[in-house]
């Protein structure tokens, strides 16, 4: 029988749903009372009657002593935390709660060029002053992989005035850095340590797995590897809702962390906060408790069975880290990306036919793969549908005499130092609309990206690049889904008189 953990925010708002309180607050359905019948479809009465944002027993997110409280400290003991923080804004508040707390405007920060949208918004609210570190390329598999723990130490060398650096650990394809070596070379210097750790909140109960990983090691949370700060979607691989994530406060941070991450939780999370999201953080930590080892050592299995299957299908591969990559990264099985460029395709082409034919809807799909996420929540059934759409996809394409679908170009390298203008000065800073191809040499206003994963070509306040262009255009022809102010890339936004 499951050892059952209490979970004390999710037990509190039961309470009151069950309390028989006449409501007079908000949210204006007053416990479900007035709500229509298809919100009615989609929440159950119990749902209804808690959903709320106020009631005292319930507990205040910014100033907790109750059931918060005591629902974070389970969370920060679950994962390594010294502290724990809800956030209901998502990983991108997370994000922004982190760089508030460890920064000050003017602080010099260094940035993983491969990081998440959400880390531009940061720095704005922050003021700080990047200098972005290219991560590692697979330059066979055309993918980027992670920062190197040399990278770091002379990028470290180099700007010994840095406060911190923030990396995404694992990224969106499950490549993990060495972070206890980062941690230590940043420490030694006296910097932070802030990880984005969105898709890694499974990873303490994926260590304990003994499923082999292709030789490439198991991901260590950045929690047990010195991190200071680490943002973490508990909604992408466990068990929360969409838009629910936590920060932990790391057992190395600087003693004051905890409230300087309160006071960057009152200028960005909600002061109307849903107690049902909250609550959906408090159940996936008892659940991942209660059932994380034993399912996630189960579903470790399958996936390892799932890969060598797909990898012997006729025009595709899966990717694993090569042997000479393993001393400086580690991977998460968990994440199956897929090559179809040798079925003559692109991934887009394969998420069309997956979707439209299979019923089968990938993470994401870039220039040549496609990328499917496995949690605990998956098993024989679902992994065996899985490999017969993967399947059915090679058998479709695997004799049509293409030959190699279409490829684009590496992410652009990023200049040296600091950019000419920070992100929080360009973001204020006038603008106009050009054509892209007279972009080449003017300032960036916006962040165009692909998304997903999200990760900008060139940041508000760089010089845009004839190749940074070429990224952009190769992208759009491969049928990759670009996030900019002009969503054809026929335009961008520079800043106005500058050249």
Not at 65 to 93: E, M
Not at 165 to 174: A, Q
Not at 381 to 403: F, I, T, V, W
Request: contains cysteine; negative net charge.
């Amino acid at each position: 029988m499951t050892n059952k953990k209490t979970a004390p925010l999710y037990e509190a708002l039961v309470r009151y749903a069950d309390s028989g309180c006449s409501p007079w607050h908000t949210p204006g359905h007053k416990m479900g009372l007035g709500a229509d019948s298809r919100l009615k479809n989609l929440i159950t009465p119990l749902g209804l009657r808690g959903e709320v944002s106020l009631a005292d027993e319930l507990d205040d997110p910014f100033a907790p002593t109750g059931a918060i409280a005591a629902a974070q400290q389970a969370a920060a003991k679950c994962f390594g935390a010294r502290d724990t923080v809800f956030s209901v804004s998502g990983t991108t508040g997370a994000i922004h709660m982190m760089i508030l707390a460890a920064l000050s405007p003017g602080d010099t920060v260094l940035v993983s060029r491969s990081v998440h949208r959400s880390v531009m918004g940061g720095l704005v609210l922050a003021g700080a002053v990047p200098v972005y570190i290219d991560p590692e390329y697979d330059e066979d598999a055309e993918l980027a992989l992670n920062i190197t723990p040399e990278a770091v130490e002379a990028a470290v060398e180099k700007y010994p005035s840095a406060k911190a650096l923030l990396l995404v650990s694992p990224n969106y394809y499950g490549i993990a850095a060495n972070l206890r070596r980062i941690a230590d070379i940043l420490h030694r210097a006296g910097m932070l340590l802030l990880v984005d750790e969105a898709h890694g909140a499974h990873l303490s109960g994926l260590g304990k797995s003994n499923a082999k990983n292709d030789g490439a090691g198991t991901p260590l949370p950045a929690a047990q590897s010195g991190a200071d700060l680490i943002a973490q979607s508990t909604h992408k691989l466990l068990g929360s809702l969409t838009q629910t994530s936590m920060l932990h406060i790391g057992a190395e941070a600087p003693a004051d962390m905890t409230e300087r991450v309160y006071r960057a939780y009152g200028i960005t999370q909600t002061t109307s906060p849903d107690y049902l999201l909250l609550a959906s953080l408090d159940t996936a930590r008892a659940q991942f408790e209660e059932q994380g080892e034993k399912s996630l050592s189960r579903v470790c299995e399958l996936a390892c069975k799932l890969r060598q299957k797909v990898e012997a299908l006729p025009g595709l591969s899966v990717y694993s880290l090569p042997e000479n990559r393993q001393k400086d990264f580690t991977q998460d099985i968990l994440k199956l990306s897929v090559d179809v460029s040798g079925l003559g395709i692109t991934g887009p082409e394969a998420w069309s036919y997956l979707r439209e034919n299979c019923l089968m809807q990938p993470e994401l799909s870039d220039a040549s793969r496609v990328l499917f996420i496995i949690s605990y929540a998956d098993g024989e059934d679902s992994l065996g549908r899985l490999y017969g759409a993967l399947a059915a996809l090679s058998e479709e394409y695997r004799n049509k005499g293409q030959k190699q679908g279409k490829k684009i170009p590496r992410l652009p390298k990023s200049p040296e130092g600091t950019p000419p203008m920070t992100p929080r000065d360009a973001y204020f800073a006038p603008a106009e609309t050009v054509e892209i191809d007279r972009a080449v040499g003017r300032m960036a206003a916006e962040a165009p990206m692909f998304y997903p994963p999200g990760i900008p070509v060139f940041y508000p306040g760089e010089f845009i690049t004839a190749e940074a262009v070429e990224y952009l255009q190769a992208g759009l022809a491969a049928g990759l889904v670009p996030h900019a102010d002009d969503p054809t890339l026929k335009t961008i936004k520079v800043i106005k008189g500058q050249q």
